[in-house]
């Protein structure tokens, strides 16, 4: 009776929650159908990721409502209006813009962080730096519990069917996907809503529902004090020796801090943040100290990213990255003179957030002017551009090289080449770079102009291997040969094909920082599938010995997917040296969905 009892309780609370959030409950609601039509194979991910947007953009406004008091209709009315306008903008955005342009994809990543940010933001808007902390916690404890209960329910009523099929009768497979479908679009976004109590409006009339919402466990309370702090200081400890031992040298170059602390810096913040609450020894001693280490770490790094973009120019990588760090100083600098001004930390990496998707001074903008200048300068510096023309030379310096190759690299991927007017009409691949400039986009260090040591690896399959090909589903298996980053025997690094009468075509990516991509596209040049090969030149040690090995099937033949084809790669030989092309025979499986 118990058991019903509580059921019947946390149905009530759904169903409260349902009116509360009706806005976000029915954009949720249309996510699931947008998600069960797609994997009919007759819907857009447009659709789904436009209809998550709606249902973030419900949360935040019904929470700013709650949390100014609006009473009157009509003004609610029109919040929900300016809401609905805004997710349908979003909607037609993306439908001018598809999911698979790279600019597009930044902006609606950075997009989802601003409205999750602002959904965790909103309930503390005028309060104390204390509420901030509690809204975060409150809100990570109702993600993981809403998590949980979803994977127990879905892993729950896959063991149902499974047995179901095993034993009685065998069932359309496909269910498993819808029954994905519903439990994570629909169900977990309701019981989490579920899970948020009504935020009070000043902080000493909080009700008794909050109180226990935002108490914290002692098990959340021992991993944050006893494994989160040691581990983030201890990581602290290791950015500040690399700096120390090289102060001198190759800290200033390398780059390789900027990858590291965009997670660092947010998982950083965030721990002082849910930490407010606590009081003991270690969370006190990271108080005091993680804020100046942390500013020591911001005040080296910023130097040796403005170093880089001094060299390099600004992508929009190193955007973030610069933003990050602002963020990092002011917030470090508030937070260690006790400035009461603390408590708009939350507000301020919202801002900077905002800032970087807006048009002309966002990320993507900017890094898309920066690096077309950096490549107009270089290219004028070494007599190679006159009256819009490019006059090819290999002999221009390999640190040139270097910055004409980033920067084509980087314009590539946001797909900007074809606005630089001195440029052809083209993706500018390996053999396109060639011609274009004169040298090819790798085989130079990039530090010096003396060539180093190779290493390599060889590897082949087994000769008995090949039965193993599972390929009944395939629409297409295509032979593939690549040496000198190009398709054998056409010395190309384009490779077209038909099927069904649609024209088709691979293009063979490899780059100076030794990435490999292969892309497949259709008549309209609109990229089907990206499979990033990058893995290859890590499959066995390089060594200056000569490095052979023979393997069975299994271990030499990979796969990559989404919603409108499979490639299934299998390798039979595949030759790796550093700083050089990979060169390989392959046997390419394409298997399409619509």
């Keep these: ?55 973030l953009l419900g949360i935040c406004m019904q929470l700013f409502i709650e949390r100014l008091q609006i009473k009157q209709l009509s003004q609610k009315a029109v919040i929900y209006f300016m809401g609905l306008m805004a997710s349908f903008g979003y909607y037609f955005y993306l439908q001018a813009n598809t999911l698979n342009n790279y600019p597009t994809e930044v902006r609606t990543a950075i997009l989802f962080l601003i409205l999750l940010a602002a959904v965790v933001w909103i309930p503390s808007i005028k309060q104390s730096f204390v509420a901030f902390s509690k809204s975060l916690f409150l809100f990570i404890k109702a993600h993981f519990t809403a998590l949980l209960s979803a994977l127990v329910l879905m892993l729950g009523i896959y063991a149902v069917i499974g ?50 919402a935002v108490h914290m466990p002692k098990f959340f309370e021992v991993l944050l004090s006893y494994i989160i702090i040691p581990v983030i200081l201890a990581y602290t400890m290791i950015l500040i020796l690399y700096i120390v031992k090289n102060i001198t040298g190759s800290f200033w170059e390398d780059e390789l801090l900027e990858p590291l602390l ?81 408590r708009i930390t939350p507000l301020l990496l919202l801002a900077l957030t905002i800032i970087s998707i807006l048009p002309g001074i966002g990320a993507v903008p900017v890094g898309n002017f920066s690096q077309s200048q950096q490549l107009d300068n270089v290219l004028v510096e070494n007599n190679m551009l006159e009256n819009n023309q490019i006059h090819p030379s290999e002999s221009i310096s390999n640190q040139d090289k270097e910055k004409i190759v980033k920067s084509v690299q980087y314009l590539r991927k946001t797909e900007y080449l074809n606005n630089i007017s001195y440029l052809p009409n083209s993706s500018l691949y390996a053999n396109e770079f060639s011609e274009v400039f004169g040298f090819k986009p790798y085989r130079y260090d990039k530090n010096n102009d003396v060539e180093q040591p190779s290493r390599q690896f ?26 000198d980053g190009t398709f054998i025997p056409d010395n190309k690094d384009q ?9 088709y075509h691979l293009d063979w990516d490899e780059t100076v920082d030794a990435n490999t991509v292969l892309h ?18 890590k499959l066995k040690k390089l060594t200056e010995d000569w490095n052979s090995e023979t393997l069975p099937a299994k271990e030499l033949i990979f796969e990559t997917e989404n919603k409108n084809v499979k490639l299934t790669l299998a390798i039979t030989s595949l030759r790796v040296e550093e700083n050089t092309p990979i060169e390989g025979e392959f046997y390419l499986f394409i298997t399409f969905k619509s």
């Design 1 to 55: 009776m118990k058991v019903i009892s509580r059921i019947q309780k946390r149905l009530e609370i759904i169903s409260t929650a349902v009116w509360r959030f009706w806005f976000p409950t029915t954009a949720f609601a249309m996510t699931t159908i947008f998600a069960l039509i797609t994997i009919e194979g007759e819907g857009k991910q447009e659709e789904i990721v436009a209809s998550v947007v709606a249902g």
């Design 163 to 212: 047995t179901y099929s095993f034993l009685i009768s065998g069932i359309n497979n496909r269910i498993y996907e819808w029954i994905a479908a519903i439990v994570w679009c629909g169900f977990f976004p309701l019981y989490f809503l579920s899970l948020l109590p009504v935020f009070p409006i000043k902080e000493e009339k909080e009700n008794e529902n909050y109180q226990k």
């Design 262 to 342: 965009n997670g660092y810096i947010i998982a950083g913040w965030s721990t002082l943040y849910l930490i407010e609450t606590i009081s003991n020894k270690m969370v006190q001693f990271f108080q005091k100290y993680f804020p100046i280490l942390l500013l020591i770490v911001t005040l080296f790094q910023t130097t040796a990213t403005i170093f880089t973009i001094q060299r390099f120019g600004i992508t929009d990588g190193r955007y973030f990255i610069s933003l990050l760090l602002l963020f990092s100083f002011i917030s470090s600098v508030l937070y260690i003179f006790k400035s009461m001004k603390i």
């Design 458 to 483: 060889f590897v082949e399959m087994t000769n008995d291997s090949t039965q193993e090909f599972n390929v009944e589903k395939a629409d297409i298996m295509v032979p593939l040969q690549i040496s």
């Design 495 to 503: 490779l077209a094909m038909t099927y069904n009468k649609e024209k």
């Design 520 to 537: 497949l596209s259709d008549e309209a040049d609109q990229t089907l599938i990206n499979f990033d090969l990058t893995f290859l030149r």
